[in-house]
């Protein structure tokens, strides 16, 4: 009997993908939310702009959201302005709890939000919309570039027929430093809705309408997560392509990995 009650299940899944399914739920489910987030974020972007000159202009756009990691925060930034691409600007933002001191460099814009919001998503869209630059990239606070990540990402996005956007290999690590692997996998948009090899720190695309990160508050019991949601969904209409490449030092750390972005 219990085999007859899921079959529908299992045959959803083998036609879409269980990954696709719960994104769907996930919509259902959490709208009320996002709608909620989504006007909070309009408000924070237009009192952000308000507020503050816009930031320097420039190729790429770097977006580093953060909350309560001032160390890690400083040696992410750190590696984002050690691009041998200098063409960039890196817009951190503050999810509602201060910023510490960073370092001094005309190509960096750091701002706060009035209020912990709790969702990363809604965080790196305020930096994307506060920012207006051909392509846009991201940077989590607990995690590290090599100094070649964006320099290799252009050179594939600016070849004559390149596609829209890019992701390279992840190099993953322990919190003790030691390397546990490297994450490389090709873009496919039919193994997405089945496995989860997606990670916007590795991420560098060409801006438009659609690049924007989704608004549901996904605590860490709500998979998929937006890096999966985000590239999947651009992909949708975009060109995405990998870069089998070790650009980025990811860690792998439970206590980060599901951060509750919570006040």
Do not use: C
């Amino acid at each position: 009997m219990r085999r007859i009650v899921r079959l529908p299940w299992e045959l959803l899944k083998h036609a879409f993908g269980w990954i696709v399914l719960f994104e769907l739920r996930n919509k259902v489910l959490l709208l009320p939310s996002a709608l909620r987030l989504r006007r909070l974020e309009n408000a924070e972007t237009r009192r952000l702009a308000a507020a503050h000159a816009p930031p320097p202009a420039a190729l790429v756009a770097t977006v580093i959201a953060t909350h309560r990691r001032p160390e890690q925060l400083r040696a992410a930034v750190r590696s984002a302005l050690a691009q041998t691409v200098r063409d960039q600007v890196v817009v951190v933002v503050d999810d509602g709890a201060g910023l510490p001191d960073l370092p001094g460099d005309p190509r960096l814009f750091a701002v706060s939000l009035s209020r912990n919001t709790g969702v990363a998503g809604v965080v790196r869209n305020v930096g994307i919309r506060l920012t207006r630059s051909r392509y846009v990239a991201f940077l989590d606070d607990d995690n590290l570039w090599e100094p070649d990540h964006l320099e290799r990402a252009l050179a594939v996005l600016e070849a004559p027929g390149g596609p829209d956007g890019v992701y390279t290999a992840l190099r993953r690590v322990l919190p003790d430093g030691t390397e546990r692997d490297v994450l490389s996998v090709p873009f496919d948009r039919r193994r997405a809705a089945r496995e989860s090899f997606l990670d916007t720190n590795a991420f560098v695309a060409r801006r438009d309408g659609s690049l924007h990160f989704s608004r549901l508050r996904r605590t860490p019991r709500v998979l998929p997560r937006e890096d999966w949601e985000l590239i999947r969904r651009y992909g949708r209409g975009h060109r995405v392509r990998h870069v089998p490449h070790p650009t980025v030092r990811y860690l792998v750390n439970p206590g980060s990995f599901y951060t509750t972005w919570s006040g």
